[in-house]
């Protein structure tokens, strides 16, 4: 079965920030940094569902003195 892929704007929206922000993270690697699938030479991009789960529970807290060891 294949997994359900989201847009660079799906995404923007679920997060609550601008489309452009996710692309400029993807083209720095710094901010939101969500492996994502090129598509093709037109390069059209998409976000795997687990690839946005697994950022999600990496960056979840339950206070902010909180931190996440690099493992």
Do not use: W
């Amino acid at each position: 079965m294949i997994e359900e892929l989201y847009t660079t704007k799906q995404l923007a929206d679920m997060l609550g920030l601008q489309p452009k922000t996710i692309a400029n993270s993807r083209y720095t690697g710094m901010g939101v940094n969500i492996p994502f699938i090129k598509i093709g030479s037109s390069g059209v991009v998409r976000y795997k569902k687990s690839e946005v789960e697994a950022y999600l529970d990496e960056n979840t807290f339950q206070h902010n003195g909180e931190t996440k060891v690099e493992v």
